[in-house]
Every structure is written in structure tokens, then in C-alpha cells.
């Protein structure tokens, strides 16, 4: 039998060696590079989040996520940046030259036809592109929006580009796509990066919004009416945007005055609720409408939070006016739940040393989370939604 002064020894001696290692007790040893996927860096992104106080106007409440850290993001060209500088370039598919199949070896452009559902898009810059579900790019045959988070990596061949046409009624020779530097409301980007369904799409541009409020166990509008409904889209898109382009209809004044003074006074009241942090900058925001909690999106860094604000701002306030009135508020504890993992059925796809993709889906919760895998594994976005279908 060992003696108590042997298995003392024994354990002095494991105790220096996890010291001149660097292991720690409890912890798992790091992977090797190459032999392994890239470690998860979402866990150790979420400890370091804050949720402050909400900002509530109308039935809107907006809690706003700060870090004391964050990501050098830097290196990542933006869709709007790239397409307004001409280093990026969207094309109807069949315009000519060469694309990569995401499944197979290149193919001619010229030989294929013109697809609703998908653009060829070129990363000339010598930075990684950046793209979110939900982008809208203006021009060609049709406006559409981008389906999927992806990064498009440096040197890419001409890729085919998964998008959702968010303009009924036209499909003819337009101008060269070009930055709209909009991102469209919640309902029309679940319908993209979750249903993935060009009906459920256009059913959300008409509709304003896919979401209903329960009374009584009834799916049901209480309160208060809409104020964007889909009566006055449809006299938007009769008067303003025949062809049902998405822009048009919501900068029409029928719809577009309400919008932008709801912009006004939450980005005022937003700026305000933040003006006073010390060693902490905004990185996110979780999105509540009445009571319920709807949306987040959180970003590596301030940096790319600031960039996509502006037209995010915009995007919540339109799906908040086309969702009924409500008197409650959400609760903070709420909204903190939007910064939870996940634990449900997981899809990932990836591009090795560019980037990963992941979907979870617990109930009507899912998380879209994208990560970059270069120059080290970061979570660039993080999307969290209550699915309203």
C-alpha cells in the first residue's frame, strides 16, 4: 500500500509541473494546431459582456451589451466600404467571366443564366470581406439581400453568392449593384438567414412584420394598431415603389416619417444611456418590442458595432412600427438571456482558416454565431433570435 508521505511527494511534484507548463487543474490541454478544429471562442467573448439598463420609447426597448475588450477587427473590409471603393464587385450570375462553385471546380459565368436567388460577387481588396444576412445591395436586374454571415477571403476566385430578391415585380436590366447601406428589419432578415425561403421573404417586405402578440392564448393585435401595416405598404408600393423595392417602400413618407423620428429619438436617448462609460464601449444591443424579446446582434469590437449602428437602428425601428403597440416593457433578466449559449440542435459550416459557421436551435430560440479563423479564432457576429414563425 502507498504511504501518505510517498503520494505527498507525488503530488508536490505534479503541482511544479503544472506550473512550469502552464496547465491548470480542471483544464483542458490546448489543440494543435492543424490536428484539430480551432478552439470555440465564443465562451470566453461572453464573459466579458455587460448588459446595461434598457431605453424604452414606444413599444421599443433597446438594452445596450459593453466589454472592457474586444477584437482588433481592423483587417475586415465591410460590404458598404467595398462596394462604394469599386474593391468590390456584384454581378447578376451569367454577366461573364469566371466563378467558383462552393461545390465543384470553376465554371463560366457567361453560360449560365441569371438566377433570382443567386449574385457572383469579386473581393478585390487586400482585406478580408465581411458580409451579414440581411445586407441589402441596390441595382442589377432586381434589389436583393445577402443570406448568409459569411467572410470572403483574400485572393477569393469570383464567388456565387447565396441572396434573396427583396424588389416583386421587376427582373430587367438595371445600374451596377451598389452599396444601400441598409440592413432589412428582423422579420425579413429571419425569413432569410433562418427560413431561408424567397416567399417568407417577400411576405415580410409586404407585411411589415411576421410577428403576432398573444392575448388570452390568441395570436392577436392588441392595444394599439401598427403604425406601418400592410395597407400602407401597399399604397406605398402603388404610389412610390411599383416594382416592391424594398428601400422605396420604407423611405416612403406613407411609412418613412414615422421610421426616421423613431430613429431620432432612440439614437439620442441610446447615446446618452453610454456617454458616461469608463473602460467599457458598446459592442451589441438586444432588441425587446413590448414585453417580448426579439433580437440581438453583437459585434468582436466597438468598432464594427459603430459602423453597422446607424442602419441596425433603423432596421429595429421599422420592425417595431409594424408590430403592434404595447404598454409592457422587458425586463433586464430577459434580455440578459439573449447573451446565454444555446444548447439545441447545431449546424456549422466552414471554410478552413477563414471562417466558421454555426446555427443552434432550442424551441423558438436560435443563435447564428460567425467566427474568422484568421489571423486567430475570434466571433465576429453573434445573432440571437426569437423566431416568430
Known amino acids: 500500500m502507498l504511504n501518505r508521505s510517498f503520494l505527498s511527494s507525488m503530488f508536490r511534484n505534479f503541482i ?6 502552464g496547465l491548470t487543474l480542471g483544464a483542458v490541454a490546448p489543440t494543435i494546431p492543424g490536428n484539430a478544429p480551432a478552439p ?10 455587460r448588459l446595461l439598463p434598457g431605453i424604452t420609447y414606444e413599444n421599443i426597448t433597446l438594452f445596450p451589451v459593453v466589454s472592457s475588450g474586444s477584437a482588433d477587427t481592423s ?7 467595398g462596394l462604394a471603393s469599386g474593391e468590390v464587385v456584384v454581378t447578376e450570375q451569367g454577366a461573364g467571366g469566371m466563378f467558383r462553385s462552393e461545390r465543384g471546380s470553376p465554371a463560366t459565368g457567361s453560360n449560365r443564366a441569371a438566377s433570382v436567388n443567386q449574385l457572383v460577387l469579386i473581393n478585390r481588396s487586400k482585406r478580408p ?9 441596390s441595382g442589377g436586374k432586381q434589389d436583393r439581400i445577402i443570406g448568409k454571415d459569411r467572410i470572403v477571403p483574400v485572393g477569393a476566385e469570383p464567388l456565387p453568392l447565396d441572396v434573396f430578391c427583396v424588389e416583386h415585380g421587376r427582373w430587367s436590366s438595371g445600374s451596377r449593384f451598389s452599396a444601400a447601406k441598409t440592413m432589412v428589419h428582423p422579420s425579413v432578415r429571419e425569413q432569410a438567414a433562418l427560413a431561408k425561403d424567397q416567399n417568407e421573404v417577400w411576405t415580410a417586405v409586404r407585411a411589415g412584420s411576421t410577428a403576432s402578440v398573444a392575448v388570452n392564448g390568441r395570436a392577436e393585435p392588441v392595444l394599439a394598431a401598427p403604425m406601418i401595416t400592410a395597407d400602407s405598404i401597399s399604397e406605398s408600393v402603388e404610389v412610390s415603389a411599383p416594382t416592391q423595392a424594398y428601400s422605396k417602400i420604407y423611405e416612403d413618407g406613407r411609412v418613412g416619417a414615422s421610421v426616421e423620428e423613431m430613429v431620432s429619438k432612440l439614437e439620442r436617448r441610446f447615446e446618452k444611456s453610454v456617454e458616461g462609460l469608463k473602460g467599457e464601449r458598446v459592442v451589441g444591443v438586444i432588441v425587446a418590442y413590448g414585453d417580448e424579446v426579439a433580437w440581438s446582434d453583437v459585434f468582436a469590437s466597438p468598432e464594427l458595432f459603430n459602423h453597422y449602428w446607424m442602419k441596425l437602428l433603423r432596421s429595429y425601428s421599422v420592425e417595431a412600427l409594424a408590430r403592434p403597440q404595447m404598454r409592457e416593457v422587458a425586463s433586464e433578466g430577459d434580455a440578459r438571456e439573449f447573451l446565454r449559449r444555446l444548447n439545441g440542435k447545431q449546424i456549422e459550416e466552414s471554410e478552413p482558416n477563414v471562417y466558421r459557421w454555426r446555427e443552434i436551435t432550442e424551441g423558438r430560440l436560435a443563435l447564428i454565431e460567425l467566427d474568422a479563423l484568421t489571423p486567430k479564432p475570434v466571433t465576429i457576429h453573434r445573432l ?3 423566431r416568430t414563425s
Do not use: I, K, M
Not at 511544479?16 to 507548463?21: G, I, K, N, P, Q
Not at 470555440?40 to 459582456?49: Q, R
Not at 470581406?129 to 445591395?137: C, H, M, S
Open 384 to 386: 440571437f433570435v426569437l
Open 75 to 81: 483587417a475586415f473590409l465591410t460590404l458598404d466600404e
Open 129 to 137: 470581406l465581411l458580409l451579414l444576412a440581411g445586407e441589402l445591395v
Open 40 to 49: 470555440d471562442p465564443s465562451s470566453a467573448t461572453e464573459n466579458s459582456w
Open 16 to 21: 511544479s509541473l503544472t506550473a512550469v507548463s
